[in-house]
């Protein structure tokens, strides 16, 4: 069965939705135990993916029940979704181990709500996830939005408190109303094309009305559930509200799958559309994402909500790769030369590889920074800012993990948020536009300020001795750290994540297009 | 004017209007009923427009169970006063002028779409004798998109641990209460006559839709309809929550739909793919047993969460 590396795509989607399927039949304390079993077996998975795209050297491809498209439904990993994957499992790992006894099932004892309810759900997000990353047809992909919301959702409001539920109500109104928004974009695609297959897609579209009109109502659809400013409302109350292993998840995995979406859908699905103005547009909400997010941040006073306000900012820097990656001054072009134009313009793989590096650098430093919130909560019994002097001394591994985590957050060397944010300021200076290098730039400043709000205190506090509440298990603080640790070892790896990025890219192919 | 073309106006027009009285009208209970019809005259349009199976599902999942759903919801809502302050004009207004203009807008895309549409409607026909079924729509759903309809399936698993999640942790493990009311003769009385036809009919729609309009999705509502019924009558008690054989049945579905197509790895030629030969009545045990799957997780999700502390 394992000859065909292909393969690997099947097993990485059926994995996590068998396990879905076997934690709600036993249930019980059985349901942690599949979940963390399956883990390795996920991790293991990821990396054979990731091994077997480079070897390839192009994108893996398994056409589902033998059906080609359009026909068909394919699944197709290229570069870009072995690194998310990887990344989904290194995270959702982390976590599984940080909830293990938080959510247990104590032996002899009947089974508990949360227990069965949080291993099953972030079984069904990681399937979900993974379908994200490997889907090539937009109406899959709706089926994985589905899946991923209603697994997110109630692992919002699992302490069942009023303030939880409201915010869980709110994100499903967001979440939903982006779901319907995609739905009548990918029928009205259909309707214009006859197909659903993004690589299909990529050779039709053309720069028309009903084309655009898709592309905007996507796009609308899959910022309200990526939480692009103005659409971030939902956000702060939801993921600051959730428990911490669940924000973890939150923050760093599921607003980037329709932010990974968006970018398959004008880069792959319709290259053609993709022109400087609407890049600009993109990257200005980006840059009031990023501005807006960190004032806020810097305004707040309880920890955890600092943190979701962070997650508002840096999921802005993401959008800044669209102008970097299409530049203004290829100006406006006809269709015939469309892609010779487009040849022109894709040519900034420092943006593509910044991009991805602050995609997964944020997905390690949030969620290691939401656990490190959650120990410190549980320690103290709260998490009021004003009120963090001297945790440090009680607390030193879980402050050294915030700490370091902040560090790639900020952008400081050599950190994976240092890299990112090293090429993404290159891609400005090369493609001329300086005034994003100033966004990039501002918005570090900004988050420096807000997280030595925090670090400050925490670590040179004048009291003397801190009396905690609770003790904190050390494996859950190791756990932290090692999730900080990866994204500051990311800073040391980008060259060779340089060219997985570019592995498979449809963009590319397009180019062989007349 | 044929007559056809007249029936068509009058049924835009009618589902016009019954579509603005449902949002203008104050009760809740009353604002429910409109949206119910509004279903049923939309499948009535689908019927118009040649698609039956769009039509059987508008009208039963459309239509029957989130209508079902909705007056559960209307009923928990009269128990709490002033949950909220309802939206302002000003937002009101934001919002009717927001829906006018995206309304507007997909009208003209839709006036905008090539004719006669690009369509993978002869391709799905000219494979469909390779699956040995008779209704492009179940070759669709089972054989080309298959992926599509399985995880359709896996994500009622998730909605409905949402939906129990809303439980006390003390009733976790126990049954779903639902009883809006005391029953009275007129509706125990239907529960006692409506579920052998619509069970009947359920199992109908599943097993004719191979060949015919209908399949698992429609078959599973219609079982789940009846159920809610008999359950809100009170002829019958939820099970609790914790029962293994119920959560067997919910998983039931998927997990065939999933060995089935894993199977299709080993003794087809891809996951999700059947051996020649046997399509049809591989494809006709996935819709028996996700029938059943989708009926018993349609069900508790109108049956709501856990609300009796089990004994």
Known sequence: ?514 | MTLALAVDIGLTLLVLAVACWTLAVRDTFTSVIGFVAYGLLLALIWVRLAAPDVALTEAAMGSGLTGLLLLGAAARLQNAKNISAPPGLALRWVAGVLCALVSAGLAAMVLLLPDPAPTLAPAVVAHLPATGLGNPVTGVLLAYRAIDTLLEAVVLLPALLGVWSLAADRDWGGAPRLRYHRPDGALTLLAQVLPPFGIIVGIYLCWNGADQPGGAFQGGAVLAAMWALILTAGLAEAPPVSRRWLRWLLVAGSAVFLVIGLAGIGFADAFLAYPAGYAKPLILTIELVLTLSIAVALGLLIAGPPTRTPS
């Open chain 1, 1 to 514: 069965m394992m000859q065909d590396p292909s393969n690997l795509l099947v097993l990485a989607l059926v994995l996590p939705v068998a396990g879905l399927l076997l934690a709600l039949v036993v249930g019980g304390r059985y349901a942690g135990r599949i979940a963390l079993w399956l883990m390795p077996v996920g991790l293991a998975i990821a990396v054979m993916l990731v091994v077997s795209v480079i070897r390839a050297d192009d994108a893996l491809v398994y056409d589902l029940g033998g059906w080609m498209p359009p026909l068909g439904v394919a699944l197709r990993a290229d570069g870009l979704s072995a690194i998310f994957i990887l990344t989904t499992v290194a995270v959702i790992g982390a976590t599984g181990i940080f909830a293990r006894t938080e959510f247990r099932t104590l032996p002899g004892q009947p089974e508990t709500r949360t227990s069965l309810t949080f291993w099953a759900l972030l079984l069904a997000l990681w399937g979900a996830l993974n379908l994200v990353f490997l889907s090539n047809d937009l109406f899959s992909l709706f089926v994985a939005l589905e899946l991923l919301t209603f697994s997110a959702i109630p692992l919002v409001c699992l302490d069942g408190r009023a303030g939880t539920l409201a915010a869980g109500l709110r994100y499903l109104l967001f979440a939903l109303f982006g779901s319907v928004l995609y739905l009548l974009g990918a029928v009205l695609l259909y309707g214009a094309y006859g197909t659903l297959d993004i690589g299909l897609l990529s050779g039709l579209v053309r720069p028309e009305p009903v084309a655009w009109g898709a592309a905007a109502l996507m796009t609308v659809g899959l910022m309200a559930k990526t939480a692009l400013f103005p659409l971030h409302f939902w956000l702060p109350p939801a993921h600051a509200g959730a428990p911490a292993a669940a924000s973890a998840v939150l923050s760093a995995l599921v607003i980037k799958a329709s932010l990974f979406l968006i970018v398959r859908l004008w880069f792959d699905a319709m290259p053609a559309l993709m022109n400087p103005t609407a890049a600009q547009v993109l990257a200005t909400l980006g840059a009031a994402a990023i501005l807006f997010g960190s004032v806020l941040a810097l305004r707040q006073a309880r920890l955890k909500l600092l943190i979701a306000y962070s997650t508002v900012a840096q999921i802005g820097y993401l959008f800044l790769i669209f102008p970097l990656i299409v530049r203004p001054e290829s100006g406006s072009f006809a269709a015939a030369d469309l892609y010779t134009e487009l040849a022109a313009t894709v040519v900034s793989t420092s943006a593509w590889s910044g991009g991805v590096l602050q995609a997964v650098s944020h997905a390690f430093a949030k969620a290691a920074m939401f656990m490190a919130a959650g120990l410190i909560a549980q320690s103290l019994g709260h998490d009021r800012i004003a009120d963090l002097s001297s945790i440090g001394r009680a607390l030193p591994i879980t402050v050294l993990a915030f700490a370091l985590a902040g560090m790639s957050l900020m952008g400081l060397p050599p950190s994976g948020g240092f890299a990112a944010k090293w090429l993404l300021l290159t891609a400005t200076i090369e493609t001329g536009q300086w005034w994003w290098a100033l966004v990039i730039l501002g918005g570090g400043l900004l988050t420096g300020g807000y997280l030595f709000r925090v670090l400050a205190p925490a670590l040179f506090g004048s009291r003397q001795s801190v009396t905690l509440r609770a003790p904190v298990a050390r494996y859950r603080e190791v756990v932290v750290l090692a999730l900080a640790l990866c994204s500051v070892l990311l800073g040391f790896v980008r060259l060779g994540a340089f060219d997985l990025v570019q592995i498979g890219r449809l963009a590319k192919a397009g180019m062989g297009l007349p």
